[in-house]
């Protein structure tokens, strides 16, 4: 059985009186200690996502339709009392940028504590032992006295461990990480995702890694779920979709990674740019944006179908993948290769 | 997704006058406050024309008519709002309050804004140990107060001239003493604002132009920072009559041969003991409606010049 | 935090000498003391005597030193009105003040803080939006007005509280004449101090709900909801603490406004407090008590304003580090 399973999920933001579609029927599972990414562009929905799951979506925002189910127990249905419960004890949450998401006049220890505490009944003593031994694991030297010390005492690398030990205290089974290396300098957020990476394997957690940078998501994920205007376009072992991406979004995203451009040379940018809520367009949303684009593709959405190993929604795929059916088995395979 | 903090009004130009109207004609509030503020100006204005008794008439006090209740109460068809302790029309007398009042507290914020102002644009024009000074004396002028410091310069004027002498110049006085302590609210403004228009490439461009300090002060920077200036403005003015009003409360404002809203009230306390309570409540009224209208005009042009606001 | 402090203490002494400066000129320059206490028939050689006594033909300077040095043993001149020296009336006048000014914030930090708590929580509910209105006429009605509106309805009209005065004291180790002992003192505090908290009030609860409505925003919020802490921790632990910071600073800067206030306070209600004291002592043209007025004002200002930074201090982390900043 899956940990987590999103099915149809519909997540809208209520905006005078109208309300703009942020995640159109998501749907994915995630099984006890996987690691899954989920990348993007900024404004896909990553985020609306990785929240939505605990239902901590901005105030405008709310679940219109669908299931979160976590060991089978329907989330979205869930009060704030539930909820809590879940929330840092079952599925912990590693926020963007560190010098943000500790509170500037708690200490350290207070915060770190607290978590424990509300959740467990247990002495002040045996938190703060806890506590420290969670500093230890996240390779801060000098726990004692950094339990003591205050956010602003802290470089951004420290905090985030610091943060990723306060997602530790409860021992999760679920860890949500939404951009958690962004913010950093290029040198820390290696050692970051090392420590992530070697905690999740440690503990057996699952995590859950928003990113738009394909390079962090293929050393951590085993699996990649690709965002587009708040939909799932592609899904797949996370070597395959690098390897062999399908959906024209994904192609275009690596080809935009500037290691696949010779020295020299303009960076494969994909044409235009993320459309707003407000105004997605009909068919497939990509289909502004797509160079493959047909008459088809402004009208019809397009199911999210199997090819090979992973899982996409694009028409054209569809249409070769019924061509494939019908035709000549090495014919067709050229006609894919021709058009990447 | 986070923005950068937008701390500072924008600009205020050309297109910023059509904002501002279209925006006031969108919003009922803020339209019934402006009516309500060009009202009580006009009111003002005509006041010596639309007053029913003239003030300066020396018939007007009668005391044999004193402390006749508004007409709906008494039936008394001469006096709309009734009269007063001496025997004065209510009316008349309020109508010449409103125009004291909003005189003092226009003429005090030109003051201020023109002290604060010109004190912003130096401090964040030249910055260093100017702006450090000039901004240490704004933290210690506002941290006294301006009420506590007109309270006591008001105090000493009194006692120094005697009460005859100062009777005579109080609407001068009153305006000096609200206009002076208030302006470091202007200056800070500006200054900020200033701060933040020196970063701009234009200012750099005008310098490099050759244009004196001055001229770029003046002619460069100071149309930019029109927006907040209306904001505080507006306020202030709300603010500096609540001032004069509570300084002619205490009986250091204007004298009651010569009544503003504030001592009108002053006078009328006297007499809610004895039950004569229109004689207090109705320049009250007349006061908090004005202080509303202007309050109100004053937080809807921030709302609507800041940016920052249109996300909620 | 040393650095702080002698900073501090640089700063209020400059502060008490510019205050003194202005007292002892009040003193210096304002009516005829000798007239004062001698009256109008008294003889220019009298006067011409007592003035000699006085010292009143020195120059400015040596008087103000004089004056100085007097006012750092305690010694702020006699009033004329009283007989007594201009400290021991005001002093004595204190404890009355204190009290009513003291019941005024508590009573506001009381009400308020719930308030703007809860308009910040829920901005949308009916009763944050009627609270919101009533703070924005609240701030629109001047303090005097809201006093006779009180001393009407709950004194002319109802009879509930008394209007005037201070009622009965009680005496506390022989060196405090407290109202807030006895039935008759409190039911004589109730009205006044009403009265300054509500004028107070609506600065507070529209800024305590911006403020909050801003740190509810942050992301070390939502951190903590994903925590899965509870509303009660988050709001009044995590929010309150931040939203603390601002409104320490602007309460120290409302400390002035707060004694302008007490003063109009005290002259509606007759309060028998350093205000109505100086009020008074302004028509009398008691200057000594005008001028030690203002020495012990600017006194309590001083130590009010060093308490202020304290505090913050105590909240705010990152202030005990980087003194320097202030």
């Known amino acids: 059985m899956n940990l987590l399973s999103v099915s149809h999920l519909n997540v809208n933001f209520q905006v005078k009186k109208q309300s703009l579609a942020a995640l159109i029927d998501v749907s994915f599972t995630l099984n006890r200690g996987e690691r899954i990414a989920i990348v993007g562009e900024s404004g896909a929905g990553k985020s609306v996502l990785g929240f939505s799951i605990v239902n901590l979506i901005g105030k405008p925002g709310y679940i219109a339709s669908g299931s979160i189910k976590l060991d089978n127990k329907e989330l979205t249905t869930m009060n704030l009392r539930q909820l809590q419960e879940v929330r840092g004890k079952r599925i912990a949450m590693i926020f963007q940028d560190p010098m943000m998401t500790l509170n500037p006049v708690l200490s350290i220890g207070h915060q770190l504590v607290e978590i424990i505490r509300s959740h467990t009944k247990i002495t002040y003593k045996d938190a703060k032992n806890i506590a420290i031994e969670k500093l230890h694991k996240v390779q801060i030297a000098s726990p004692e006295t950094r339990f003591n010390q205050y956010p602003h005492e802290l470089s951004g690398g420290m905090r985030q461990r610091v943060i990723i030990a306060s997602v530790l205290l409860l021992n999760p089974d679920i860890i949500i990480a939404d951009e958690p290396t962004t913010a950093l300098d290029v040198t820390i957020q290696a050692e970051i995702l090392q420590l992530l990476l070697a905690i999740c394997r440690d503990h057996g957690v699952a995590l859950i890694l928003i990113s738009h940078d394909l390079g962090v998501v293929s050393k951590v994920a085993e699996r990649t779920l690709v965002m587009y205007a708040g939909q799932i376009v592609e899904e797949g072992p996370t070597l395959e979709i690098i390897n062999d991406p399908q959906h024209p979004y994904t192609q275009g995203l690596l080809n935009a990674l500037p290691q696949m451009t010779l020295p020299g040379h303009r960076l494969n940018q994909i044409q235009g740019s993320m459309p707003p809520l407000s105004e997605r367009p009909s068919g497939c949303a990509f289909h502004p944006r797509c160079p493959y684009a047909t008459e088809a593709c402004k009208q019809q959405q397009p199911k999210f179908i199997y090819s090979g190993v992973s899982s996409v929604a694009c028409l054209m795929i569809e249409n070769m993948i019924d061509e494939f059916d019908r035709d000549d088995p090495v014919q067709s395979d050229n006609v894919l290769e021709g058009e990447r | ?312 | ?326």
Request: charged share 15%; glycine share 8%.
């Open chain 2, 1 to 312: 997704m986070k923005y950068p903090r937008k701390e500072l009004i924008q600009p205020l130009s050309g297109s910023r006058w059509n904002h501002i109207v279209s925006g006031l004609i969108g919003d009922k509030l803020a339209m019934l406050a402006l009516i309500v503020f060009v009202f009580y100006c006009l009111v003002a204005l005509l006041a010596p024309l639309v007053a029913p008794f003239d003030m300066a008439d020396p018939q007007f006090m009668d005391l044999m008519q004193s402390d006749i209740p508004p007409r709906w109460i008494s039936g008394d068809e001469r006096f709309l709002l009734g009269t007063d302790a001496q025997g004065r029309d209510l009316l008349s007398v309020i109508l010449y309050g409103t125009r004291l009042s909003l005189t003092i507290g226009i003429c005090a914020v030109l003051i201020q804004a023109t002290l604060g102002i010109c004190i912003g644009l130096m401090a964040g024009y030249f910055g260093g140990r100017i702006d450090n000074f000039l901004m240490r004396c704004a933290d210690i002028q506002l941290s006294f107060s301006n009420m506590m410091v007109a309270i006591v310069f008001l105090a000493i004027f009194q006692s120094m001239f005697g009460m005859a002498y100062f009777q005579q110049f109080a609407m001068i006085i009153l305006i000096l003493v609200i206009g002076l302590t208030e302006w470091p609210l202007f200056a800070r403004t500006i200054r900020a604002s200033v701060l933040a228009e020196k970063q701009k490439e234009y200012v750099d461009a005008a310098r490099i132009m050759g244009i004196g300090s001055r001229r770029v002060m003046f002619r460069h920077i100071l149309p930019n920072t029109l927006s907040p200036i209306l904001v505080i403005f507006t306020i202030q003015i709300a603010n500096a009559i609540v001032a004069e009003a509570a300084l002619s409360f205490l009986g250091l404002g204007m004298p009651a041969t010569q009544p503003s809203l504030g001592s009108l009230i002053s006078e009328g306390f006297a007499y809610m003991f004895s039950g004569s309570w229109w004689i207090c409540v109705i320049p009250s009224v007349t006061l908090i409606v004005l202080i509303m209208a202007m309050n109100l005009l004053g937080d809807w042009l921030r709302d609507h010049l800041n940016p920052r606001t249109y996300k909620d």
């Open chain 3, 1 to 326: 935090m040393l650095t702080f402090l002698l900073r501090r203490l640089l700063q209020a002494c400059f502060v008490m000498i510019i205050i003194s400066v202005i007292s002892f000129a009040i003193q210096d320059k304002l009516g005829d003391p000798v007239q004062q206490m001698m009256g109008m028939t008294a003889s220019s050689d009298d006067r011409q005597q007592l003035r000699e006594a006085l010292g009143l033909n020195d120059g400015f300077v040596s008087q103000y030193w004089r004056f100085a040095k007097g006012a750092i043993q305690g010694d702020l001149g006699t009033s004329y009105y009283f007989k007594e020296p201009a400290l021991d009336v005001i002093l004595s006048k204190l404890p009355a003040t204190l009290e009513l000014a003291f019941c005024a914030i508590l009573l506001v930090i009381l009400v308020a803080t719930p308030c703007g708590v809860l308009a910040a929580i829920n901005p949308k509910h009916i009763l944050s939006r009627l609270l919101m209105f009533v703070s924005s006429i609240g701030l629109s009605v001047p303090i005097f007005i809201v006093a006779i509106l009180l001393v009407y309805v709950f004194s002319i009209e109802h009879n509930v509280a008394p209007s005037f005065g201070r009622g009965d004291t009680t005496d506390v180790f022989g060196l405090w004449q407290s109202g807030i002992f006895n039935k008759d003192g409190l039911r004589h505090l109730i009205l006044p101090s009403l009265s300054l908290a509500i004028a107070l009030m609506p600065i507070f609860v529209r800024l305590i709900r911006a403020e909050m409505m801003e740190v509810l925003q942050s992301e070390y919020i939502r951190f903590a909801w994903s925590k899965g802490l509870s509303a009660r921790r988050i709001y009044f632990v995590h929010a309150l603490k931040n939203t603390m910071l601002p409104i320490i600073t602007v309460g120290g800067i409302q400390a002035g406004t707060l004694v302008a206030y007490t003063i109009l306070t005290e002259t509606i209600f007759q309060w028998p407090g350093m205000g109505y004291l100086f009020m008074d002592a302004v028509s009398r043209v008691d200057t000594p008590l005008v001028a030690a007025y203002l020495m012990v004002v600017g006194g309590i200002f001083v130590v009010t304003n060093t308490l202020v930074d304290l505090i913050y201090g105590l909240v705010n982390p990152t202030v005990r580090l980087a003194s320097h900043g202030l």
